[in-house]
């Protein structure tokens, strides 16, 4: 029997590094591969797909989509072009709170990219080393995922609440716990981003570079295309239907139907609200409804779900077939020391390459342990450990839009520029959270 455990695991885990391989909608195919194997080879039973977790993230994602074809998503990036740029000299501040912030009210980190030649440009002029506020900032437009209400890490979360039974753990004690702690690991890591690296004046490899005429002098901001005329009226509906959702989750009453007792579960909420407001975005901007497809929001949405369907899905019954053998196995060591799941978390986003399909893939594993739900929420951000690898988007797009070439992978690969920021962000936000857990609950 033990020996059939560990073949499916490995199993499992050549799925998830196949997937990896290819990435994208490749996370989710080769997962549904691996259950195949699974239940073919090994007659483990399929558990039931995670549907509401995908109904979610589809729903908040066709309400994205349509608000970036209306210019909204284009509204928000100005908006924070002029945050970064009215504050020169502490960009390495400014920036990633900037990042995390939209990021925060958008649900995606997408939005960081048009940002990243800003927070260059800014930095550059200003003399300050670019490396300082690109890496942070990155990192903090991913470590709001987790502390978004918005986000499609944050629907796994929900979801897996609600499919438990844990009907009071939801949005709210998300948002207690996650955005102060990831709050605080941004600032920390900003801090310490400030003395990362020599100044620019003081860097001999810069200054050849410079001497060379191999770096591009700064230049001021290029002239862009009008907005849309739509733009700001989208981004103002879709942050209401964001307030929407959030105050829905703070106050459970709202969601008591007539003649019920219990309130309607925020899956539900979550899922009516944001396909409302993307049908309202339609009707009062009246933007072309074929071009919401065309999005990246869009795709990058499809992308998420497909993952979840298949990964999440191969993890659930992996875990559901061997319960009774495997939680028994961790369980006395989860129990003596809860808060070293955050590790597991970590090194499986490393492979996963999504908050998302983490949470939904090892969430389950933490609740069968026994894990308490406010420390589980606690260990939340410890999902973001996808820069450890430096081969995410985000990561790429920030070297190359770093024309001083200060912003870069080392000769080891792990010594990169985002390692430092990444990690303090990540240990800060975990620690913080595990403090008001256990302070607030």
């Known amino acids: 029997m033990t020996i059939s455990i560990l073949l499916q695991f490995v199993v499992v885990l050549a799925a998830i ?36 977790v995908m109904l979610i993230i589809l729903a908040v994602i066709m309400a994205a989509s349509v608000m970036e074809a209306a210019g909204g998503i284009d509204f928000l990036v100005r908006v924070a072009e002029r945050v970064i740029r009215a504050n020169p ?28 030649p800003v927070i260059y440009e800014t930095a550059h002029q200003s003399g300050i080393r670019p490396e300082r506020p690109m890496a942070i900032a990155t990192i903090a437009s991913q470590q709001a995922i987790t502390a978004s209400p918005v986000a499609a890490a944050t629907a796994a979360m929900i979801g897996l609440f609600a499919e438990k039974g844990l009907t009071q753990w939801g949005l709210p004690q998300i948002l207690m716990i996650c955005v102060p702690a990831t709050l605080a690991g941004v600032v920390v890591a900003a801090i310490v ?3 990362v690296g020599k100044d620019l004046v003081r860097d001999p490899a810069y200054q050849a570079r410079l001497k060379a005429g191999d770096v591009p002098p700064a230049e001021p901001p290029e002239q862009r295309p009008p907005l849309k005329p739509a733009a700001k009226t989208s981004a103002l509906i879709f942050l209401a239907g964001v307030a929407l959702v959030v105050l829905f989750g703070f106050f459970p009453a709202l969601r008591i139907l007539p003649g ?26 009246k933007v072309d409804v074929d071009s919401v497809p065309k999005t990246a929001t869009l795709r990058a949405g499809v992308v998420a779900v497909i993952g979840i369907f298949g990964l999440a899905w191969l993890g659930d019954s992996f875990i559901a077939a061997h319960r009774d053998v495997v939680v028994p196995a961790i369980g006395h060591w989860a129990e003596a020391a809860p808060w070293t799941f955050a590790f597991g978390l970590f090194f499986a986003s490393v492979l996963l390459y999504s908050q998302a399909a983490t949470t939904r893939a090892l969430m389950p594993l933490g609740m069968a342990l026994g894990i308490p739900p406010q420390f589980l929420i606690a260990m939340f951000p410890s999902v973001n450990g996808y820069f450890f690898i430096p081969t995410y988007g985000s990561l790429i797009a920030a070297i190359n839009f770093d024309l001083s070439n200060t912003t870069r992978i080392g000769r080891y690969v792990l010594n990169h520029s985002f390692m430092i920021p990444g990690l303090v962000a990540t240990t800060v936000a975990v620690i913080v959270g595990l403090f008001l857990a256990q302070l607030m609950f």
């Open 17 to 52: 590094w196949m997937g990896s391989r290819h990435s994208g909608v490749g996370l989710g195919l080769w997962g549904a591969v691996g259950l195949l194997v699974l239940v073919v080879v090994f007659g483990v039973n399929p558990t039931s797909p995670p549907i509401d």
């Open 89 to 116: 000299k502490y960009v390495t501040i400014v920036a990633p709170l900037t990042t995390w912030s939209f990021t925060f009210l958008a649900g995606t980190g997408h939005i960081v990219y048009p940002l990243l």
């Open 193 to 195: 981003s400030m003395f």
């Open 260 to 285: 019920e007792k219990s309130a309607l579960g925020m899956p539900t909420v979550i899922e009516i609200v944001m396909m409302s407001v993307a049908a309202l975005m339609l009707l009062v901007t």
